[in-house]
Every structure is written in C-alpha cells, then in structure tokens.
Nanobody, 123 residues
Framework: QVELVESGGGLVQAGGSLRVSCAASVRFFSNYAMGWFRQAPGKEREFVAAISGTGGTISYLNSVKGRFTISRDNAKNTVYLQMNSLKPEDTAVYYC??????WGTGPDDFGSWGQGTQVTVSS
C-alpha cells in the first residue's frame, strides 16, 4: 500500500516563497517518477512538475518554469516542490503523485495520490 503525505502548504503574499514536501511510504522509491499536480476551485487538475526516478529528467508546466523547482531525496523517500515568486493564480490544492513507472507527466501516468495541501497566494 502506497501512502503519500504532503506538507508545507499555507498562505503567502504574492512574490513570496513556499516549499511543499511529500513523504512516500513506498518500496523502491527511486524506481518511480514523482509528480506534483494542482487543482484550483472550479478548474481541472493540472500537471505542475515531474521528476524521474533517478532525478535526471524533469518537466514543468510552462507557467511555472523559472519559478518552481522539483527535487527528490531518494534516501528519505521524499519529493519537494520549491515555489518562488508566487502569484495569486498559483492558488490551488497541490497534490503529490507517484508514477506507475520511472517517468511520466500525464495524470494517467500516476497511480497513487496524496490528499493534497492548500497553497493560497494573496495579492
């Protein structure tokens, strides 16, 4: 059974920074891609960032490139999303997800999801 627990969300002013973390209780963590998705009220869940099992391949949503950084620590079974220069449009529930394989970016490429952490950016 895979358990993903997000932490680190909160309220921040526009231009500020937050780091969200996701601790995974999963065997062979480094075998799987990890991703972050977000869902704003009234909108579809969207891909934000993904990192391959080894960390060698990374992909971002265009609107967060240069502001967000995804990373992972395979020794701690943890993936991070550092968010800088936050904008009100980044407000959403952020979900951590474990890939079905070592790489993927689409929602169907991810088989396990966390419960989400709220990130609110005030203007």
């Amino acid at each position: 059974q895979v358990e993903l627990v997000e932490s680190g969300g909160g309220l921040v002013q526009a231009g500020g920074s937050l780091r969200v973390s996701c601790a995974a209780s999963v065997r062979f963590f480094s075998n799987y891609a990890m991703g972050w998705f977000r869902q704003a009220p009234g909108k579809e869940r969207e891909f934000v960032a993904a990192i391959s099992g080894t960390g060698g391949t990374i992909s971002y949503l265009n609107s967060v490139k240069g502001r967000f950084t995804i990373s992972r620590d395979n020794a701690k079974n943890t993936v991070y999303l550092q968010m800088n220069s936050l904008k009100p449009e980044d407000t959403a529930v952020y979900y951590c997800a474990r890939g079905r394989t070592a790489w993927g970016t689409g929602p169907d490429d991810f088989g396990s999801w966390g419960q989400g952490t709220q990130v609110t950016v005030s203007s």
